[in-house]
């Protein structure tokens, strides 16, 4: 491949609607966002032996590559790119709007903004190495923290997808807490989209659904119902999940419903919107009848940004975790942070309960999240802090009091009316209007106003249209004046005033949240601060195998920040938000051209929820041949835990059979043969990484697609490390029936301290009928619009997905074009290469036997025997070896490369694309410099880290004594920056070297 194509015009100078200046980041201007020049691309080609881009694929079969790059756009400009955001979200119809229903829509403080673009905490990755992650760890900390004083919960996680992702783990969890496998109980009054979700992951496994029905006269569950439904099968239920607010806007007796859970010792599940615990709010689910609810999930994506057409969203979860209620949290699902200590004694904070995890526990796992929704925690607990008590009580009267309004013009109009006025809701109207041909919606859409949902389908048997309205503190003057006039103009004035019912006492909070409050001038500060104890990837490399710590461009952010599609809702009518809708249907697009497949579904979430989508797809695919039996799912022993713990998330745990390596890390063809022979009557199908975990291409990948086909099986390929191959290998001539693709990873979406993650998964043709959520067509007038397929298999998110990211990879692979994507991999692979082939003079690789394999875009180091020697003597175990270098590196200004996984006692470097010829030489002079330490300074290597804000933390303590969360009067103490990674960065390796061996007091 020729590295230096002809060129669009590069420059940007200062472009208006940009709040930077794109020239001067020097990543951000490179072409394809690659850093190293056509000089360097030539010197490190050269280096590895091979005279062109195209030859580091040479040991692929040549029936799997593509024959020319995929069918996408040319490249633009920055300011052609920067043109076309703007006239694509300019497409989106941005009016006043009372829609809230699946995802309220309220304020988010300033400070939201200011962190969003505080790089090392957007850019780092999930907190594996605490002595350079305080900065994440301490935001999320305050997450937990502050959830935990709204909600009362002891427990908060840091985080889950979203809400219905929070409900489907909770389920889990209780069912597992109490040992019971039998039904679960939901409110009917739950959100529909939600008991979709849960049916979708309900197939093909042993979670079976109840749901108690609806009062039809009341707008809430039936009690009495509810009462003998329990009386008669309480035996059978082992869990019940029900609203404060259900979906209809009413509020539920929450006091009856927990108590009479309680009475059959039923586990129960709160499902909350922490906004309405602020002071002057709703009761907090600790205080639900007597004992109040065992598990909370709820939706937060609110409390963190804009709607953003549906995604990020935040899954809040929590569980009790006090003297009475221990035994629940070490069966729960995703990230804690616990207070800790380091080796001096100072206070800072670690991620706990880790072993519960997919990365250790595999399919025993608690669940199959992997990356969650990280930063949306941290902004959340920012814009917590920032609103404070007295911000927080003021956004609920402001969001009330203009409910009443509302209510009043209603309740004073003739034709509408208030649907159920004797049940009491809290910030939502629900309203009847009595001529069910009148298209209310369309009409104030004509007035410039999002009048609210059309919920008459969660109401089929009542007369009349009902809609919803939902009031917050985002509704001004003049939208409450928009809505009057609406009203008034198309409802006549009746004479009396219809009556509603008032929120009884005990529903509501009986004492203030008591939210901490800090000045905004303080916290910015405070966040700042933060920052500067991580490391980015803008800082230089970050060497973490397996998670392609890429460059992200800040084009991308100011684009997913854009009003038209910021701030639009997920449920506005189709015809509003068509800017939102192409670029849904633009990635659709662009993702067959990139694998080669079918169909694409844009819905999933993380790599690890495109897992799932995978093998539900395999599961109802097998179904529709009337092949449920099919229930074996091989593979190989190094895949990332994920892939395990999703299996067994999918029904298939009992028929996980796992594959054996050959010599060279591939996967062995006798093994896979032998199994195969014993399975095949019963095979679903293969998951196999490729490139694999250990950055080697799978080549005899298509051979066992073919034979697992020809056993009536299917096929599905962890997309993690696309970087790799994306626009060089055709996936369908692969024989890839389903593969999901990481956006957090290859397509440049920041990774956030630990998401939120993203993915898109493509699909062979005998799939295409069966993928989630809805796909989005382009009519012959231009006009997009969605449709569910066929023979869906369901719902995996509330909306959209994470919509906000599929505007960043749009807005990436504007800059990159058809020529880019190749390009990307090529020079990812060519960085790798290179590195490898400087560093493996050194260091032993992994496997071992692999050693003349050609490296794809990432490759593992070990130590020799003698090393783990030397580093035994002096104190550090083998088991802890190699974790202990990871630490060395930290000193160097640099993130420690991936440690012990797929390889216990690997190091694992994946450098990307994004870094110059230089930065890449210096990233190697300190691997060797390390190497040098190891051999003559072992001791050095177990005082590390040494640059860091703290020591080595003592994580055995912080899991013993876990603390996850205080109030929080004072922000928490933060550790001195010992030396920045910045500075690191400006000083030669040598430098630092000496700086090492002089706190030891050695001579260099
Ligand atoms: C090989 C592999 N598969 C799956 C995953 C899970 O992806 P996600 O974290 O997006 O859920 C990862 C994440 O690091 C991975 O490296």
């Given at each position: 491949m020729n590295s230096s194509l002809a060129q669009p015009d590069h420059s940007s100078s200062r472009i208006p609607h940009l709040p930077y200046v794109p020239d001067e980041y020097p990543r951000e201007m490179a072409r394809h966002y690659i850093s190293a020049s056509p000089e360097d691309i030539e010197a490190m080609l050269s280096q590895v032996g091979l005279s062109n881009?195209?030859?580091?694929?040479?040991?692929?079969?040549?029936?799997?590559?593509?024959?020319?790059?995929?069918?996408?756009?040319g490249e633009l400009s920055y300011k052609e790119a920067t043109d076309k955001l703007l006239e694509v979200a300019s497409k989106s119809k941005v009016i006043p709007s009372f829609i809230g229903d699946l995802l309220p829509v309220w304020q988010v403080h300033p400070i939201v903004s200011e962190v969003s673009q505080m790089r090392p905490l957007t850019t780092s990755y999930t907190p594996y190495q605490p002595e350079r992650s305080q900065g994440t760890l301490v935001t999320?900390?305050?997450?937990?923290?502050?959830?935990?004083?709204?909600?009362?919960?002891?427990?908060?996680?840091?985080?889950?997808?979203?809400?219905?992702?929070?409900?489907?783990?909770a389920v889990g969890c209780a069912r597992r807490s109490r040992k019971r496998n039998g039904h679960v109980l939901l409110a009917a009054t739950l959100f529909p989209e939600d008991i979709s979700f849960l049916q979708t992951h309900a197939q093909g496994t042993d979670l079976h659904l109840y749901s108690s029905p609806l009062n039809p006269q009341t707008g809430t569950l039936d009690y009495n119902h509810l009462e003998k439904l329990l009386e008669e099968k309480n035996e059978e239920i082992s869990a019940f999940v029900f609203p404060q607010v259900n979906a209809l806007g009413l509020l539920e007796d929450v006091d009856r419903l927990a108590d009479l859970a309680s009475k059959w010792d039923i586990p129960t599940i709160g499902v909350i919107d922490p906004m309405h615990l602020a002071t002057g709010g709703l009761k907090p689910p600790t205080e639900f009848g007597e004992r109040g609810v065992d598990f909370i999930a709820g939706e937060a994506q609110h409390l963190a940004i804009p709607p953003s057409f549906g995604g990020p969203g935040l899954g809040l979860f929590g569980c009790r975790y006090n003297e009475q209620a221990k035994q629940d949290l070490r069966n729960t699902?995703?990230?804690?942070?616990?207070?800790?200590?380091?080796?001096?004694?100072?206070?800072?904070?670690?991620?706990?309960?880790?072993?519960?995890?997919?990365?250790?526990?595999?399919?025993?796992?608690?669940?199959?999240?992997?990356?969650?929704?990280?930063?949306?925690?941290?902004?959340?607990?920012?814009?917590?802090?920032?609103?404070?008590?007295?911000?927080?009580?003021?956004?609920?009267?402001?969001?009330?009091?203009?409910?009443?309004?509302?209510?009043?013009?209603?309740?004073?109009?003739?034709?509408?009316?208030?649907?159920f006025p004797d049940t009491p809701s809290f910030n939502d109207l629900l309203v009847v209007v009595d001529d069910p041909d009148?298209?209310?919606?369309?009409?104030?859409?004509?007035?410039?106003?999002?009048?609210?949902?059309?919920?008459?389908?969660?109401?089929?048997?009542?007369?009349?249209?009902?809609?919803?309205?939902?009031?917050?503190?985002?509704?001004?003057?003049?939208?409450?004046?928009?809505?009057?006039?609406?009203?008034?103009?198309?409802?006549p004035a009746r004479s009396d005033q219809q009556d509603e019912a008032i929120i009884p006492e005990r529903l509501l909070r009986p004492h203030p949240a008591q939210m901490p409050s800090f000045s905004h001038d303080e916290l910015l500060h405070y966040y700042e601060q933060l920052a500067s104890l991580n490391v980015s990837p803008d800082d230089g490399c970050y060497p973490l195998g397996s998670c392609t710590m890429k460059y992200n461009p800040l084009l991308n952010d100011w684009a997913a920040g854009l009003e038209g599609f910021a701030q639009v809702h997920p449920q506005a009518p189709e015809e509003d938000v068509q800017g939102p809708l192409e670029i849904l249907y633009e990635i659709q697009e662009s993702f067959k051209s990139i694998t080669g497949l079918a169909g694409v579904t844009t819905q999933p979430v993380a790599g690890a929820q495109g897992e799932l989508v995978g093998l539900k797809l395999f599961q109802a695919y097998h179904k529709s041949k009337g092949e449920e039996h099919r229930d074996i799912v091989l593979i190989p022993k190094s895949a990332h835990g994920t892939n395990f713990a999703t299996a067994a998330t999918a029904g298939y745990g009992p028929g996980i059979v796992y594959l054996e390596a050959n010599e060279l890390g591939m996967i062995d063809l006798d093994d896979f043969r032998k199994k195969l022979v014993i399975h095949r009557q019963n095979l679903c199908g293969i998951m196999v990484t490729n490139p694999n975990t250990s950055g080697i291409f799978e080549e005899n990948f298509s051979l066992i697609a073919s034979e697992v086909h020809q056993a009536g099986g299917l096929v599905y390929m962890d997309g993690a490390n696309m970087n790799a191959i994306a626009g060089i290998v055709d996936l369908g001539k692969l024989g890839v029936d389903a593969v999901h693709n990481n956006l957090h990873k290859t397509w440049t979406i920041p990774h956030g301290g630990g998401g939120p993650g993203d993915a898109i998964v493509a699909v062979s043709d005998c799939l295409v009928d069966f993928l989630p959520g809805r796909q989005i067509h382009k009519d012959e007038k231009g006009v997009f619009r969605s449709f569910a397929p066929t023979r869906s298999i369901g719902t995996f998110h509330r909306n959209w997905g994470n919509f906000g990211h599929k505007v960043r990879a749009y807005a990436y692979l504007l800059r990159l074009g058809r020529e880019g994507v190749p390009r990307m991999s090529s020079v990812a692979v060519l960085s790798a290469r290179y590195l490898f082939d400087r560093l493996r003079t050194r260091y032993p690789t992994l496997p071992s036997r692999a050693g003349k394999v050609p490296r794809m875009h990432e490759f593992i180091l070990t130590l020799s025997d003698d090393d783990f020697e030397r580093l035994e003597k002096v104190g550090i175990a083998k088991s802890q070896a190699i974790p202990q270098v990871g630490k060395l590196f930290l000193d160097f200004g640099f993130h420690a490369p991936t440690v012990?996984?797929?390889?216990?006692?690997?190091?694992?470097?994946?450098?990307?694309?994004?870094?110059?010829?230089?930065?890449?030489?210096?990233?190697?002079?300190?691997?060797?410099?390390?190497?040098?330490?190891?051999?003559?300074?072992?001791?050095?290597?177990?005082?590390?880290?040494?640059?860091?804000?703290?020591?080595?933390?003592?994580?055995?303590?912080?899991?013993?004594?876990?603390?996850?969360?205080?109030?929080?009067?004072?922000?928490?103490?933060?550790?001195?920056?010992?030396?920045?990674?910045?500075?690191?960065?400006?000083?030669?390796?040598?430098?630092?070297?000496?700086?090492?061996?002089?706190?030891?007091?050695?001579?260099?």
């Open positions: 881009l195209g030859e580091l694929f040479s040991q692929l079969p040549k029936d799997c590559r593509f024959n020319d790059n995929p069918p996408l756009q999320h900390w305050i997450y937990q923290c502050v959830l935990s004083a709204l909600t009362g919960f002891e427990a908060i996680n840091t985080s889950l997808y979203d809400r219905s992702a929070a409900i489907f783990e699902p995703g990230r804690y942070i616990g207070k800790a200590k380091d080796s001096q004694g100072r206070d800072c904070f670690v991620m706990v309960l880790s072993t519960r995890e997919q990365h250790i526990r595999k399919e025993k796992a608690t669940s199959n999240v992997c990356s969650n929704q990280a930063f949306l925690a941290t902004l959340a607990g920012a814009n917590l802090l920032a609103k404070g008590e007295i911000g927080l009580k003021n956004s609920l009267s402001k969001a009330l009091a203009a409910r009443q309004q509302a209510s009043e013009w209603v309740r004073q109009r003739d034709g509408i009316r208030l649907a009148r298209d209310l919606a369309s009409k104030a859409n004509q007035y410039g106003l999002h009048f609210g949902v059309n919920l008459s389908h969660r109401l089929p048997d009542y007369d009349g249209q009902v809609y919803k309205l939902s009031f917050s503190d985002v509704h001004d003057e003049k939208s409450l004046d928009l809505l009057k006039k609406f009203l008034l103009n198309h409802f012990a996984f797929p390889e216990v006692f690997g190091l694992m470097i994946e450098p990307t694309e994004s870094y110059t010829q230089k930065e890449l030489d210096r990233f190697a002079e300190a691997v060797l410099v390390i190497k040098d330490i190891i051999e003559k300074h072992p001791n050095v290597v177990a005082g590390a880290p040494h640059f860091t804000p703290i020591d080595r933390v003592d994580e055995v303590s912080a899991n013993r004594n876990l603390c996850l969360a205080e109030s929080l009067e004072h922000l928490p103490a933060l550790p001195l920056n010992r030396i920045q990674p910045k500075v690191l960065q400006d000083l030669e390796i040598d430098q630092i070297k000496k700086r090492l061996l002089a706190v030891h007091h050695i001579d260099n």
